[in-house]
């Protein structure tokens, strides 16, 4: 390729398997829109999700949310519960389906924040360690895992969508919509967690927590007006980039609260990170 070549953007199966999913994070199918943007951001992103420190990071979100739910939310779902309405190989669909969330959207969370502060600041990130992400089995099974599409929208994917105050139901609703025998009873449930002030509290904590961890990228991302103008992209286009990160990112950290809450009822209790 020519020095002076455009970068090339990513495709969403590159994105997808860079977070070791079988599905990319719907932010960036959304900025996928925006022309010239996920070209000249995706090198230094993709860089610092393929390190153990970026994954560490995400684990551990998901543990803090762990911590709050558990304190916040017995659930009154179970096992035996969803065996009396739901069929069982629909619930291991379902329980595979929540995992690769559990794992991918807390990753597509930091990545979202370190583009949010990075609109704002010259550089971010570099002070992270290059070490290389280890293969984890667990992302292996991800990888092969089958995803149904996401549904479109559907009286409950509507009503999901009114009570978070967004345009659409978040992804991780709009795929178990393709379970609506799971999703109707898990919604019935899951729709008063709003009400708990823990579950709000910790939701805004791991959006902080991943707007400070952006300083860890293992590369310094410049992607500031100025950078990205001078990556040839307008000034309406850097708006809409920005304008889709900043409203993607409360609904993504609610939703690193919502599968945890989900799995919670289906007996899931173990931590990611080992501490002690």
């Known amino acids: 390729m020519a020095a002076d070549a455009a970068p ?31 070209a000249h951001v995706w090198p230094v992103l993709k860089t610092s999700i393929d390190t153990e420190g970026f994954i560490g990071s995400a684990l551990y979100m998901a543990d803090m949310a762990l911590d709050a739910v558990e304190e916040a939310y017995e659930p009154v779902l179970s096992p035996e519960v969803l065996c009396e309405v739901v069929p069982p190989d629909e619930i291991a669909a379902v329980e595979q389906a929540l995992d690769v969330f559990h794992y991918l959207q807390p990753q597509a969370l930091l990545a979202g924040a370190a583009l949010a502060e990075a609109f704002d600041r010259p550089s971010v990130g570099g002070a992270g360690r290059a070490v290389p992400r280890a293969e984890r089995r667990r992302d292996c099974m991800h990888l092969q895992a089958a995803m149904p599409e996401p549904v479109g929208a559907t009286p409950l994917t509507d009503a999901v969508a009114e009570l978070l105050q967004l345009d659409a139901a978040p992804q991780l609703y709009s795929v178990l919509a393709s379970w609506p025998s799971y999703l109707e009873v898990a919604w019935d449930e899951l729709q008063h967690l709003a009400a708990y002030p823990n579950f709000r509290r910790r939701g805004r904590a791991l959006y902080f927590y991943a707007r400070s961890g952006s300083q860890f990228l293992a590369e310094e991302l ?55």
């Open 222 to 276: 410049r992607a500031d007006a100025v950078a990205l103008r001078a990556a040839g992209i307008e000034d309406a286009e850097i708006e809409a980039a920005r304008a889709i990160v900043d409203a993607s990112l409360p609904a993504l950290a609610t939703m690193v609260m919502h599968v945890t809450a989900m799995r919670l009822a289906l007996g899931h209790r173990e931590r990611e990170v080992v501490t002690g």
């Open 8 to 38: 090339r953007p990513p495709n969403l199966t590159e994105v997808a398997a860079t977070f070791r999913a079988p599905v990319a994070p719907e932010l960036f199918a959304r900025l996928e829109a925006v022309p010239g943007y996920l």
